[in-house]
């Protein structure tokens, strides 16, 4: 007997804060709250394992959902109750996730300010950001396109890496390979160079007189073969070029100093002769 009542007294505590229902295969627990679980029949939409209808969440069963498995659009997570810019974590029907980001473009889309390496795509801008340590960062394009890869730090664009395999550090149009806006130290640098004028020293080189080279320089007021003033400023060294004129000017000068002792010796020779030829008179 007092085993029937304490079956009477379950059931209607059962019946007071919960109500089952046959005719739709729905399991309502605290009505109050609105919150169902639900097992609807398989129809067109596919089949679901729990259904809210206020807050459209669908998880799916072995995939039969078209849209995938979703909260909201997609499968999103926001602390906010809306599914929009402000979502925290996306998952696509493509496989692409975001965090902090609704609309992710790539498998994995990180979009954030914090400084411990957020990833994020910033789409409508050209700039698909890879990393970034505040204000510092790499990214993948800048400006519409043109440079693929950007390292910036400081908040400014001083180093980057373009397409054309040209590297520019403290400038945004390297014209060489590496062009660097600044100093450079280093403990050596070698330049591979070929042609190295050591056919200054072959007998058919022909060297010009110094009345021609007196000339030039009066009239160009620099050495034949090398740049003038102006156009160094301009344009620049290049290192390798430059060192081979110069080394041939200096061979040309040694040659220039060989021919003046020989001549010079050639004099006090006579002279000496001369002074010979008074003696004995």
Known sequence: MKAKKYIIKILLIITGS????????????????????????????????VHADGNELTLNYGGDFSGGTRLGNGFLVSNDGSFSSASKLTLLSNGNLGVQNSNPEVPLSVSGVSNFFPVRTETGSGDHRMFSVGASFVDQTFVNNTYPIVLSTGGGNQPLILNTARVGIGTVNPGEMLSVNGDIRAREIKVETFNWPDYVFEEKYRLKPLEELADYIRMNKHLPEMPSAKTVEIEGLAVGDIIKRQQRKIEELTLYLIEGDRILNLLLQRIDKLEGQIKNK
């Open 18 to 49: 919960g109500a089952a229902y046959s005719q739709t295969p729905e399991f309502y627990f605290n009505g109050g709250a609105d919150v169902i679980l639900r097992y609807p029949l398989r129809g067109s939409g596919g089949r679901a394992i």
